[in-house]
């Protein structure tokens, strides 16, 4: 075997560690692509026809798939829109190969996601080069993918580390205090006492809860597919109560913050896994009572179109849309220069994703100097 003709090629053995799917239903053409690169080193696997590509991917787990537009069986387009339901293929090169030479087709493959369009005839340098370019794209994007996944790790120990002494400081001083006047602390004082540790447990038990969805995201137990799959009905009514005492035990002054509901239809249901749907929504409801000052927050909830619509609205400081980004992105926080927070940053973040993965979505608009309100859009079923 020899090396690829191209510029930065791989070598004959980087080159056998990646594994290319050749998907065509012309058996004479696949045989030819599949030896041009056989010969430059790369381990082939060949479909002939949509189906059996199918197959093959999410058996083998391909690094590279190249895919005829025209087939007898379903064309180049379905191949790719039902790969794309499996999310350990969505960030996997996908090329097409293909006579049709017009714009329309390439515009249309291209909005379905593939990453490139070989017309033929093409030369072996051409393909050669088309899958290298395309490979060393993917290898930056795992890098970058997991340079991110170290900041996040390290962002994570060191705030974890820092939010979890906070609230243990004061627990410890009330064990000191009680231990050392056991007997003589007057009632009032106790009342007092409990409060703290209150205040304290609440805190770390929210802590602990973000550390463990982070964890289960990061690690892939909780995603989208597991989502789908283990959903179930809930009445939206009996969901949104339990996020609201959930929001009430992670916020900072909720005994101030009124709250007044707007709700129809609160005993229809929706698809769900309830306890990650709670926590997200708990999340944002959290958000929502710190920065509402002492004004009441209002939850509306509503069914329109075949979805479940939630709004939460305060009456806050509201934030320029340079601070929805940020509040958005993992360990972001929002304004704490000029306002005590406690957390690590993670609430609004989490509920994005957790709402995401239940197929919704989530929209922020806010007006500085009025208020923010916060949309949740999730399909019913």
């Known amino acids: 075997m020899s090396r690829p003709i191209m510029n930065g090629a791989k070598s004959v053995q980087e080159a056998l560690l990646t594994r290319i799917l050749v998907i065509d239903d012309e058996a004479e053409f696949t045989t030819m692509v599949a030896g041009m690169l056989a010969h430059a080193g790369y381990e082939i696997l060949e479909a002939n026809g949509g189906a059996v590509g199918i197959q093959l991917a999410l058996t083998y787990q391909p690094d590279v798939i190249l895919c005829d537009v025209m087939m007898h069986d379903m064309n180049g387009f379905e191949v790719l829109e039902r790969l794309h339901f499996y999310p350990p293929l969505r960030t996997v090169p996908f090329i097409f190969l293909t006579a049709m030479h017009e714009r329309i087709y390439q515009r249309k493959g291209m909005s379905l996601g593939a990453d490139d369009y070989l017309t033929k005839p093409f030369t072996r340098d051409e393909l050669l080069k088309t899958i290298e370019v395309r490979l060393r794209k993917q290898e930056a994007f795992a890098d970058r993918a997991e340079s991110r996944l170290e900041d996040t790790k390290r962002n994570l120990v060191k705030l974890v580390a820092h939010e979890l002494r906070t609230p ?84 900072t002054r909720s005994e101030e913050v009124p709250v007044r509901f707007k709700v129809y239809d609160q005993y229809r249901k929706i698809n769900c896994v309830s306890f990650p749907l709670q926590h997200a929504l708990a999340e944002i409801i959290t958000n929502a009572i710190n920065f509402s000052g002492e004004s009441e927050i209002v939850i509306s909830q509503w069914f329109e179109r075949g979805e479940c619509w939630i709004t939460i609205m305060d009456q806050g400081p509201g934030m320029s849309p340079e601070m929805i980004d940020h509040a958005f992105q993992a360990f972001g ?36 100097g009025e208020g923010t309100q916060v949309s949740i859009i999730l399909p019913i079923n």
């Open 333 to 368: 926080q929002i304004n704490r220069d000029e306002q005590e927070q406690q957390g690590i940053g993670l609430g609004l973040s989490l509920a994005n994703q957790i709402i995401h993965m239940h197929g919704g979505e989530v929209e922020m608009y806010s007006v500085q």
């Open 168 to 251: 243990l400081v004061p627990l410890k001083l009330v064990s000191d205090v009680i231990s050392m006047q056991l007997g003589t602390v007057p009632p009032d004082q106790l009342e007092s006492f409990l409060d703290i540790v209150t205040t304290s447990t609440r805190r770390m038990s929210h802590l602990v809860q973000q550390a463990v969805f982070i964890t289960e995201i990061q690690s892939g137990t909780l995603s989208y597919d597991s989502i789908q799959e283990d959903k179930a009905p809930a009445v939206i009514w009996d969901v949104l109560m339990s996020a609201v005492d959930l929001a009430r035990d992670f916020a």
